[in-house]
C-alpha cells in the first residue's frame, strides 16, 4: 500500500467532501499519522471510512466524523481542551496540535496505555491522559476554553456545561440510534448558552454517561 497515497485520498475523497474545508485542519491531517495510532493489526484500515476496533471492545471513529468533530470545535493555539474518550490518543494529538494544552480522559486502562505510548512515540508533549470516569467533566483543572466529547452521549450533563468559560464551546454526539445529531454549546454569560446542530451522524456511546429512559411519560 502506497501510504501517503492513501491518506490523500482519505482527506480528498472522505473528508473534505464531508465539508471539512479548514485549511489548517486537512493540512493537520496530512502530518499527524493516523496509522500510528492503532494496533499494528487493524493499520491497513487507517485510511478506510470506518470506525476501526480497539482493545476492550472500543473503537476509533471514522476519519471523516474525527476531522469534522475538530472543524468545528474551533480551537484557537492559546486554549486549554478536556477531551472524554481518549481512545487510542489520536484525537487527542489532533487537538494538542491546535490548542496549548489538553487533558484527555479514558475509563479503560488498557486504552489510557495504549495512548499514552502512542503520543509518547509521536512526541506529543502537551497532552495529559487520565483514567477515570470524567462524564462529570474535570472541575479541578477547569474552567475550559472548549471541552470535546469522543463520542455519543443520550444528553450533555449540565456539570460540563458549567466548567465551560464564557466563550467556550463543547462538541458532542447527542441522542440515540438510529438519529443522532452533532451539538456545539456555546457558553454566552454565566448563565446563557447557545445551542448549534451541526450535522446528523451516529457514533458509539461513550461509557460513564446516564443512559436514556426507558420510560416515556
Known amino acids: 500500500m502506497n ?7 482519505m482527506i480528498e475523497q472522505q473528508i473534505r467532501p464531508w ?3 479548514d485549511p489548517a485542519v486537512l493540512s493537520l491531517l496530512s502530518v499527524v499519522k493516523r496509522e500510528d495510532f492503532l494496533p499494528a493489526a487493524q493499520r491497513s484500515l487507517a485510511f478506510m471510512d470506518v470506525e476501526i476496533p ?4 472500543q473503537v476509533m471513529l471514522a476519519p471523516r466524523l474525527e476531522a469534522r468533530l475538530l472543524q468545528d470545535l474551533a480551537l484557537h493555539r492559546h486554549e486549554k481542551v ?3 474518550g481518549t481512545g487510542s490518543g489520536f484525537m487527542a494529538a489532533l487537538l494538542a496540535h491546535r490548542a496549548q494544552q489538553v487533558v484527555s480522559w479514558e475509563i479503560r486502562p488498557e486504552l489510557v496505555a495504549m495512548a499514552k505510548e502512542n503520543l509518547r512515540q509521536s512526541m506529543v ?3 495529559e491522559v487520565r483514567q477515570g470516569d470524567a462524564a462529570a467533566g474535570d472541575a479541578s483543572r ?7 466529547l469522543s463520542g455519543s452521549v443520550h444528553e450533555v450533563p449540565q456539570a460540563l456545561l458549567g466548567q465551560l468559560k464564557v466563550g467556550g464551546r463543547l462538541v458532542a454526539i447527542v441522542g440515540d440510534e438510529p ?7 456555546v457558553r454566552l454569560s454565566e448563565q446563557e448558552f447557545r445551542t448549534d446542530v451541526l450535522f446528523d451522524t451516529v457514533a458509539p456511546r461513550l461509557e460513564g454517561f446516564a443512559p ?3 420510560f416515556h411519560f
Do not use: K, T
Open 212 to 214: 436514556a429512559s426507558r
Open 54 to 57: 480497539l482493545p476492550g471492545g
Open 19 to 21: 465539508n471539512v474545508l
Open 125 to 127: 508533549m502537551n497532552v
Open 82 to 84: 478536556l477531551e472524554i
Open 142 to 148: 477547569g474552567p475550559w476554553d472548549a471541552i470535546l
Open 179 to 185: 438519529m443522532m445529531r452533532a451539538l456545539r454549546v
Open 3 to 9: 501510504v501517503e497515497q492513501a491518506r490523500f485520498n
